[in-house]
């Protein structure tokens, strides 16, 4: 079974930046969508960007458009976020998760087939 292990996350001041890596085990990373959710507390999970397999098609959500950026190395088993001009709308545990199915990119979280722990990423203002 695949495990996912997110580190990167940590406290940074309204407008700077961080990135994210999550880091997979098993040799079916290259073969799984990959996507980055996350959660603020008393919210629900919510989507924040997907990428295909080769790292060809990315989306993200409105909210991050334009500031985050997925990508992927799949000679390393890892995919990034890169999160710029971050705001502290931006706090929550960030979670990477993978996807074995037939879609290209997936924005539900409810189709993920495996997930990471999470990582904490807190924006003051």
């Known amino acids: 079974q695949v495990q996912l292990a997110e580190s990167g996350g940590g406290l940074v001041q309204a407008g700077g930046s961080l990135r994210l890596s999550c880091a997979a085990s098993?040799?079916?990373?290259?073969?799984?969508?990959m996507g980055w959710f996350r959660q603020a507390p008393g919210k629900e999970r919510e989507f924040v960007a997907t990428i295909s397999r080769r790292g060809r098609i990315t989306h993200y959500a409105d909210s991050v458009k334009g500031r985050f950026t997925i990508s992927r190395d799949n000679d390393k088993n890892t995919a990034y976020l890169q999160m710029n001009s971050l705001k502290p709308d931006d706090t929550a545990v960030y979670y990477c998760a993978g996807y074995y199915g037939g879609m290209s990119t997936v924005t539900n979280d409810y189709q993920y087939d495996y997930w990471g722990q999470g990582t904490q990423v807190t924006v003051s203002s």
């Open positions: 098993g040799r079916t990373f290259s073969t799984s969508v």
